[in-house]
């Protein structure tokens, strides 16, 4: 099957499904008890003005009406009014998510470096010493949340042995980068302003390692156990028997089979690592969108709320899909599957 | 033995052959390892009032003189900021992380096998249409970024967060069951019952679902960690357990302030977590090994 053909069917596919998630999310932010209105206006707020807020917010109209409503704002590029940043969702989705994403992508970057290293030096001592090893930083990848990851490197490599920055995402000082694609460490490299962009990976290095872990373990696991697998396969002796070079075997035999499969699972690491931002981001006071939906959360601001599971919900179905393409591109197979 | 063998009236127990399962699960350490880990932690939970040196301090108990002191022969992980004994909160933080898991997997595990069940049968038909398009719809947002909104829309408590969960955990059974059952409704022995008159119901039930027990049960041990982690995320957050409740998320959280003075606050519950998350992982491959090996 062509690969544009099977993109354009994944997309066509996801739209139902983002389109049944707005209605989810939306009629739970609307059903559920509480009262965002009251919420906005403080406990001490006189009714007038609790009851100005909720015309503001369309509480007063049906439910189905508001749903409409909602749509049409979408249109015109709105997701509504922020109670707790006092602006259209909009603006903040713009300002925060390539933040966000800039973290996400270098957690990424980590997830894959590692993985690679550690699943390729387990599956080549497979049973001995190393994979023991790698084994067991992989058991510890899985189990131990990012948070805790967080907090440790927090107290190990910022308090203890002063080598990272606590918090925040730029140094005392610094100048943020004028905006070109909304990620101030891409910007500030566009700018040529190279000692902001150090500065900005300095103090991402610790969140990005603290959020890649898991994910890393997963795939370093998955590596491992696909390098096993193809090192028994009688094409690989039969390569060998013909004096193909080891390192050529090892590339094209063994090392490249044993990805498809840890590529088709990154749509698991991507969930993993869109969740785990928010408590990362949160320990690292990382002024991102994920610390944005927490505070949007705390404060019951049902319009931001919305939109952060919804662009979410699209972050997500995207980087699937690219992902998908991926693997059918490296394993037609699976395209012809899953027709 | 009567007694067993009316429990296991069709046989379903026997087909599973726990012996030999049990064989191959104990021959590998580190399942062993995982057994003893949760075993370890659900005995602690259970018994955390005579377990723990201060029941008291669970709840709300104030304690200034003795207020953040570091770990030592008297409190072993050190007092919190209330002068709280860290490791009795912790013994009983067990409590509510396993009671998270125990709550959330049984609300979730009957609704989403026989969802599951039914869709995958009828998968041609519009009914099992429709059951996986809403199921992808709970799917198309990372469980925690779901779970955390549903909780913030309510009023954040331990039964909230269970619930939130529960909501968008179910899913995940429906998809899996519907995996199964959809390639085994092609097999011999479910044509043989259509042949004899078996009705739909009798296939799905006493056909089809025995065969699924195996990675059933591998999926709820794996499952068991990865809903205690979902759950300490959120009241770590703040739209989970509330204070004064000895909750490990909370209470990571609530320490994490101290940093790094007062690392003990934090860190021993942080490592609690990961201690029971681990186990049920190890236990999880370990099971999943024996039935699949």
């Known amino acids: 099957m062509k690969l544009w053909k099977y993109l354009l069917r994944r997309i066509l596919y996801v739209i139902p499904t983002l389109i049944g998630l707005s209605i989810l999310i939306f009629t739970l932010s609307r059903v559920l008890p509480g009262d965002p209105a009251r919420m906005a206006a403080g406990p001490n707020a006189p009714d007038w003005v609790v009851e100005q807020i909720r015309v503001q917010l369309r509480l007063d109209k049906p439910l189905w009406e508001q749903y409409i409503y909602w749509w049409v704002d979408l249109f015109h590029g709105d997701l509504g009014y922020s109670i707790v940043s006092q602006r259209s969702v909009t603006a903040d989705v713009i300002e925060y998510l390539p933040i966000s994403l800039q973290l996400i992508l270098m957690a990424a970057f980590f997830e894959i470096i590692g993985a690679l290293v550690l699943g390729v030096i387990a599956g080549r001592h497979s049973y001995k010493l190393p994979d023991n090893i790698v084994r067991m930083i992989a058991y510890l990848g899985v189990s131990v949340p990012s948070f805790v990851w967080g907090i440790l490197f927090l107290l190990v490599f910022s308090s203890l042995i002063p080598l990272f920055p606590s918090h925040g995402m730029y140094s005392p000082g610094t100048i943020p980068p004028p905006r070109i694609t909304g990620m101030p460490a891409l910007d500030a490299l566009l700018s040529g302003n190279f000692d902001t962009f150090f500065d900005i990976l300095w103090h991402m290095f610790l969140p990005a390692l603290a959020l890649s872990l898991g994910a890393m373990a997963q795939d370093a696991r998955i590596i491992r156990a696909g390098m096993i697998d193809n090192k028994e396969k009688e094409h690989v002796a039969l390569v060998r028997g013909y004096g193909i070079p080891e390192r050529l075997i090892f590339s094209k035999y063994i090392l490249k089979p044993s990805l498809i499969p840890a590529i088709t699972v990154m749509g698991m690491d991507i969930a993993s690592l869109l969740g785990n931002a928010f408590m990362v981001e949160l320990i690292f006071q990382w002024p991102g969108f994920s610390r944005y939906g927490i505070n949007a959360m705390l404060n019951k601001d049902i319009n931001a709320i919305v939109a952060v599971v919804l662009v979410i919900g699209v972050v997500f179905a995207i980087a699937n899909i690219i992902v998908d393409v991926m693997a059918v591109y490296l394993d037609p197979r699976i395209g012809r599957r899953s027709q | ?293």
């Open chain 2, 1 to 293: 033995m009567k007694f067993m063998a009316n429990l296991d009236k069709y046989g379903w127990l026997k087909g599973l052959e726990l012996g030999k399962k049990w064989y191959k699960f104990r021959r590998s350490p580190l399942s062993i390892i995982g057994l003893i880990v949760t075993l370890s932690a659900i005995i602690m939970a259970i018994f955390a009032p005579w377990v723990a040196p201060y029941p008291e301090h669970a709840g709300f108990y104030t304690d200034f003189a003795n207020a953040n002191k570091s770990p030592s022969w008297e409190h072993w992980f050190g007092t919190d900021e209330y002068g709280r004994d860290v490791l009795s909160r912790t013994i009983f933080g067990f409590r509510y992380s396993l009671m998270m898991a125990a709550v959330v997997l049984l609300l979730v595990v009957p609704p989403g096998v026989i969802l599951g069940l039914i869709a995958g049968y009828y998968r041609e038909r519009w009914i099992g249409k429709l059951i996986m398009r809403i199921a992808d719809i709970f799917i198309a947002v990372p469980p925690l970024v779901l779970a955390l909104a549903i909780c913030s829309l309510t009023t954040p408590s331990v039964f909230n967060a269970m619930m939130a969960v529960s909501l968008m955990w179910w899913p995940w059974y429906t998809r899996l069951m519907y995996n199964i059952t959809s390639s085994l409704k092609e097999e011999y022995f479910v044509y043989a019952a259509k042949v004899t008159g078996a009705s739909s119901l009798y296939i799905m039930f006493r056909e089809i679902f025995p065969n699924t027990l195996g990675p059933l049960l591998t999926k709820i041990t794996l499952d068991v960690g990865w809903v205690i982690l979902l759950g300490a995320s959120l009241s770590f957050v703040g739209l989970g357990a509330q204070p004064p409740t000895p909750d490990l998320g909370t209470m990571v959280a609530d320490g994490a302030k101290f940093l790094p003075e007062y690392w003990w606050i934090s860190i021993f519950p942080a490592l609690a977590i990961s201690y029971i998350i681990l186990g049920a992982n190890l236990l999880g491959d370990g099971i999943k090994d024996a039935f699949e090996g």
